[in-house]
């Protein structure tokens, strides 16, 4: 099993629904990411949290919320989805990013925005 | 702020060539370096890190790094690729013992090996 578990892997939905992406972790790290790719762009991050109370924006956090729900699970929502919402989106966790420790990746979530 | 710039967003190459895939990037302190890889249809994992000592770092699959702090540099090369190295490149920087501490990434260099 994958140490880093996304949900849906792939999702098309409509403009204005809202969305929710799962990420689930086993490898027992504190610090959890949502990062979006579109091509091109790399990798930009949306959220980050260090720990169950602690969430911070990223770069382009507009349009966009999360919930850390355990140490394990933290979520990415898309309120009201739009188009150019459409990427690849990709969990992460790191145990101590600060002192250059490693990001493990989940294998991505695909959503298309109609 | 840190920023990373990919100087080339494809490289195609041949079987058994050396390749380069260049990154320069620009900070006002002293920062940790990561290259990583993306296969097809693959979340990213990690091919090497620079974070302090010898400059030449070597990672996985025949990689090696070179940091040059005088030209902002960490370049990736290895001196003869295979099929199989056909993958999206990302470098990326993290600032050196900041509060976040988080990876801000280039754009990617998709490096395409030909047979």
Excluded at chain 1, 80 to 108: H, K, M, R, V, W
Excluded at chain 2, 39 to 60: A, E
Excluded at chain 2, 73 to 101: M, N, W
Aim: proline share 3%.
């Amino acid at each position: 099993d994958a140490d880093v578990t996304q949900t849906p892997r792939n999702r098309i939905t409509k403009t204005g629904k809202r969305i929710m992406l799962e990420c689930s972790q086993t490898k027992g790290h504190d610090r959890m990411y949502w990062y979006r790719q579109d091509p091109g762009l790399g990798l930009r991050l949306i959220y980050y949290s260090f720990d169950v109370k602690d969430i911070n924006k990223g770069e382009i956090s507009d349009g966009y919320s999360v919930s850390r729900q355990a140490q394990a699970k933290f979520s990415l929502s898309l309120e009201s989805a739009i188009p150019n919402q459409t990427a690849l989106y990709f969990c992460a966790t790191s145990d101590l990013l600060g002192a250059g420790g490693e990001l493990f990746f989940g294998e991505g979530s695909r959503l298309t925005v109609l | 702020a840190q920023s990373v710039t990919q100087l080339d967003s494809q490289v195609p190459v041949f079987e058994e060539a050396p390749v380069e895939l260049r990154c320069n990037y620009s900070s006002s302190v002293s920062v940790y370096l990561f290259w990583y890889v993306q296969y097809p249809n693959q979340g990213l994992q990690l091919l090497l890190k620079y974070l302090s000592g010898s400059t030449l770092v070597k990672g996985i699959n025949g990689f090696e790094a070179e940091f040059n702090k005088s030209q902002t540099s960490f370049h990736l090369r290895k001196p003869s690729v295979h099929i199989s190295d056909t993958a999206e490149y990302f470098c990326a920087v993290s600032d050196y013992g900041g509060s976040q501490g988080n990876l801000i990434f280039g754009k990617g260099t998709k490096l395409s090996v030909k047979p």
